[in-house]
């Protein structure tokens, strides 16, 4: 079973560990509630290194996953990113996921079970072009910074502000001696940014991020805060929330959802129902 390079250190802060994709990574850190308040007031620090990858590389790879995705992915310039599902042709989900635009490839980042059938589905119609799609679960070391004071915390470890970036955008970052990409990537309703690295670099970017915790009332969160705070937030999981059985419109996701791109699969019945205005059955919040 894989572990993240943190946890050793996990250990030492008295993680209770769930398995996430395969992987053992941290439950909880003895107070799950206490966890789900450094969202709402501070910084949650939560490893996110099971998150499935898919790079996507080829002279056509414009073209084509733009043909295939939800989504306008033609548009996108290095450091721009959106969310966008792949769908068969009845128009439900095969895969949900972010698509991040770098120079010579796309980064696809999902649910770490979808990558093998979404890699089968979408391969299926790759006939003559010059495009790959390789699996990169793993290969790399993520880290999401989630809460309210999440910028503040970037902005003490980089020396300097976190600029204003859009949703899914992407910049490079010195932290702590150590060459990032950092991602606005909320999880939940609060702030939230992804750091993309290699797995090695993972415990100094910790430490470096650790040692501001009292400034920003930042700590280790495990994954039980971290899905309090999506189902609040009404985020759909899939998996849990929605499955292939589901049209993206009955998911809430209208902003992977492009209505002017054109043409990609399952879009026939995406646009059917657009027309006709309403489907039979949508995800809600109850509030007891």
Sequence with gaps: MPRSPLWPLYQTLGAISTTVGDWELP????????EYDLLRHGVGLCDLSERGLVRVTGKDRVRF????VSNDTKSLRAGQGCYATFLNVKGHLVADFVVYAEEESYLLEMEPQVVRPFLEAIEFF??????LFTEETGAWGLLGLQGARAADLLALVCGQEVPEMPLYARVSCDLAGQTVLVAR?????EEGYQLLMRPEQLPAVWQ???QHRESCGAGAMGRAALEMARIEAGIPLFGRDMSTETLPVEANLEAALSYTKGCYIGQEVIARLEAR?????KLVGLLL
């Design 185 to 189: 990537r909320p999880y939940t309703a």
């Design 65 to 68: 996953l733009h043909a295939m």
């Design 126 to 131: 790759v006939f003559s072009e010059d495009v």
């Design 277 to 281: 205005g309403h489907v039979n059955r």
């Design 27 to 34: 439950l909880h850190f003895g107070d799950p509630m206490a």
């Design 208 to 210: 470096a991020l650790w």
